[in-house]
T-cell receptor
């Protein structure tokens, strides 16, 4: 399996503060994605990247920005955290596990905004 | 608009019996479908997939059926085991998509009772 790690695993932050979540992969997969998981909504795409400095918005991108300065790192930033951004965040890579569109996911970051 | 729908938020079955998880989609351009399994505090992991050129794919106790005319797929687990208790996500990818994005359903929580 492709190595993919997320940090931190847990984070509690205050409303209005900036927060950055990190996703790191150990293989040179081109595509990387950030999803959030919420009850009743499943996994929703926030942003994705198709190469270094190449990123685009997903379906729930408002309030989030991303950066990818190196192939192995994909950062998700909440510019000013709000309570509605309390969620579990998953990073994924298009690793090909399960077919050409298959993903490998990180273990997730549980973010609480108080 | 939810393009991939899992209308059963939860399902409870007895150990040894069959579990059937359902998924419906609306986008006729979807041509590859995957099922992911997710345990608490872990990231989703790939379970089984199917291409739109097939109507069935089997892997051990897991079988996925695809009915393109009805835009419906189902995951059968036979026999069900307590270790199968998890959240199951259905996902779909669009033919010719340049970004390899997966669209996920809302998930079904399966509980297998001993």
């Amino acid at each position: 399996d492709a190595g993919i790690t997320q940090s931190p695993r847990h984070k509690v932050t205050e409303t209005g503060t900036p927060v950055t979540l990190r996703c790191h992969q150990t293989e040179n997969h081109r595509y990387m994605y950030w999803y959030r998981q919420d009850p009743g909504h499943g996994l929703r795409l926030i942003h994705y990247s198709y190469g270094v400095k190449d990123t685009d918005k997903g379906e729930v991108s408002d309030g989030y920005s991303v950066s990818r300065s190196k192939t192995e790192d994909f950062l998700l930033t909440l510019e000013s955290a709000t309570s509605s951004q309390t969620s579990v965040y998953f990073c994924a890579i298009n690793s090909g596990v399960g077919g050409p569109y298959g993903y490998t996911f990180g273990s997730g970051t549980r973010l609480t905004v108080v | 608009d939810q393009q991939v729908k899992q209308n059963s938020p939860s399902l409870s079955v007895q150990e040894g019996r069959i579990s059937i998880l359902n998924c419906d989609y609306t986008n006729s351009m979807f041509d590859y479908f995957l099922w992911y399994k997710k345990y608490p505090a872990e990231g989703p992991t790939f379970l089984i997939s199917i291409s739109s050129i097939k109507d069935k794919n089997e892997d051990g106790r897991f079988t996925v059926f695809l009915n393109k005319s009805a835009k419906h797929l189902s995951l059968h687990i036979v026999p069900s085991q307590p270790g199968d208790s998890a959240v199951y996500f259905c996902a779909a990818s669009e033919k010719g998509g340049a970004t390899n994005k997966l669209i996920f359903g809302t998930g079904t929580l399966l509980a297998v009772q001993p």
